[in-house]
């Protein structure tokens, strides 16, 4: 007897799976067609929303991602700018104490926090100034250079909050693509059956809704960690409808 494709399968296989089987009974017409319009009607128009909506989350993701990227950079140029003209003001040492209290790490204190956690650490940075000093930086130049770390840090912030919102708008889209595509599976399931109670055989059936080999799943639509972002976005499992651009990293 043919399997019908399990429900741990990848999102957009399944997707693709049902749009396989209907347009199948779409081309038998008659009383066939007439079945799987009643059993998959209502669940196709369900997943093509689902589906416009979780390829949009993946390209407005993509674009917060390379927002924050961009601004991450900049942040960390524009940070390495500023340390550079202050050693320079010392004359350049290996090693100050003023340089070591404002960066401890030097630009390794920029790289070494955490992607989320650099809008906070541009505010410490940029309050540090008002308590180090040394003999050749005057209290203009530390509060230019901490109006200069302020400007980086206002659209990094921005960056790093639209990268959250557009992290959430992609996990609703891929749950909600997933749940739609598993009850329009569990309708096809449905469809076989009217199909085999209508006197079709399974050789029949199997023509409409093709055996599926029931292998274990290896994706299950992981959502993205922007955190840890990879440089492509995955899609809601191995290729789902729309490809996983670059985001950039």
Known sequence: MGLVLRGDAGVDRIDQYLETSNARATARGGAVAAAAAARLGVFLAAIAVARTAFVAAKSALVVAFSDWFAAERAAFVGVGAIYGAMRTALGRPARHPALQAFLPDGLRTMTDAGRSAKPALLQFIANQLASVSAPPWSDAQRSGWAAEIEALRLPLAAAVAAADTAKAAYH??????????????????????????????????????????????????????????????????????????????
């Not at 749950?175 to 009217?194: F, I, P």
């Not at 059936?205 to 029931?214: D, G, S």
């Not at 995955?234 to 985001?247: H, L, Y």
Request: net charge negative.
């Open 172 to 249: 609703m889209a891929v749950g909600t693509y997933g749940a739609q595509a598993r009850e329009g599976l569990r309708a096809l399931v449905q469809l076989k059956r009217d199909l085999r109670y209508m006197g079709l055989t399974e050789v029949e059936v199997t023509e409409i809704i093709p055996h599926a080999l029931r292998t274990p799943s290896s994706d299950s639509g992981a959502a993205v960690d922007v955190d840890t972002a990879p440089a492509v976005l995955p899609a809601v499992t191995s290729g789902a409808a729309g490809s996983s651009p670059p985001a950039g990293s």
